[in-house]
């Protein structure tokens, strides 16, 4: 037997069939095995290996949302096994706050690379499966394509009556090495490269987060226009705190004609409920990117970052945020709903979702500019309100007579969906001790208890699901009394 080992560790075919098992088993493994599922440093993550390259060596890599890969800085790995974590979209809620908290006691990052850890041990076993498997197949065919042969040149050489017996008892014996020999060599291999990898990434074991594992990359909106100087807080937002419908001040500005910043807005109800002057710089249609992180394009006029306006201030005492609906283009969903017996569909479903997570990445930054000013302003970010009951009964949630209107499901899928875009609010804010208020705006088809009107224009008004002056001054109420409140205690870590 080992003299027929031997034999086949010298055969030329033994050897190409050895090699073709190495390349083709790996590839199968690496292709085949599926990711697999873990949770850790408060996200869902899915731990795998990299598609095969041509390159000896490589960097892990975090692919997000299937598209955005990011190499894992200062860490590489020779061999075809490189690990891939997959992530998407980010998870800033509750759960991932805990664990973010517990990251900074030093009690949770053994627990989340464990957790990677185990991921990859599941998937090295399960490939190591797919590897044996496909071994065994190339190991077959080749097989039968050797027994075809020396059947055909043995035909040629003896006739059809040469000894089948003895003839089928070498071929097998052959067969049989030839395909021990392809899995040793080919297990051997495997193992080198999971070896190779476990090394390569001895690294990771120093990293307490997903930033430690991708790396940051912030770039803060630079200070833009004059030093403003007199003021006891700042209003940034969108169209809701600019109050879009309101009447302007005879000597607004064209900045101040284009984002619709009225006399009854935000910062006019809060500042004069405090008695102090309250800078408005919200803008109709701002996004966290383009509005108060970036220019924003509006009625011809260029307006600059709000909050590079922002740190011209000099230091204001607090700062009022209300951000999000643009950015989940809001307005496109709900006239959706209005037009369709039911838009619960799946590609609607996971278009939220994917702005949702842009959404989360940018509202991340915008906190993070916050965080950093220099006067440490108290930061109070308001929450996005619901505009209809589910049971609401009215020509607003019937809408006009050509479409099908909001049933109740499709009201309480809207509700659903504000209602996820508010955990991601209120998430990140606490996150860096920011305040978080809900407005409390009374939903449309709700009669005013006070008789003091609606507080949100109606489906008929110029600007549908705004606030009117009531439902402003309702807004600026739980903002005037949170900054007459002690401030939250800052978060852990």
Known sequence: MRRGYARELRSP??????????AGGLWAAVVLTPAQEVQAFGQQLRVGVQAPSTSLSGPPQIVQIGNTRLDVPDVTVVGPLRPQLEIGPVARNETAGRAMASLAEGSSPADALAAIVGGFERWYALATLVLVAAVLGICGVAGLLRVLATLRRTARRSGAGARPSLLARDLSRRVVRSTVVAVVVSLLAWGVSGVLAVAGAQELRHARSLTDLTGAHHVSPSPVGPAVTGVRGVVI??????????PLAPDASAEDVACARSTDSLARQVG?????EVLNLACSGARVTAGLRGPQQVGGVTVPPQVGRLKQVRDPAFVAVAIGPNDLNWTDLIGYCYAVADCADNFTAGEFRYRLAAFDRDYADLLADLATLPSHPRVVVLTSYDVLRPDADCPTARGPLQYPGLTPPEIALLAGRNAELNEVLTAGARRYGFDVVAPPVSPLCVPSADGLGPDLQALTDPHPFHPTGVGELRMAIPVVARLASPPPPPPSG
Request: net charge neutral; hydrophobic share 55%; with cysteine.
């Open 237 to 246: 937002g969108d169209s809701r705190v600019a109050r879009l419908g309101g």
């Open 272 to 276: 004069a409920a405090i008695g102090d």
């Open 13 to 22: 075919l033994t050897i190409l069939l050895a090699l073709a098992c190495v």
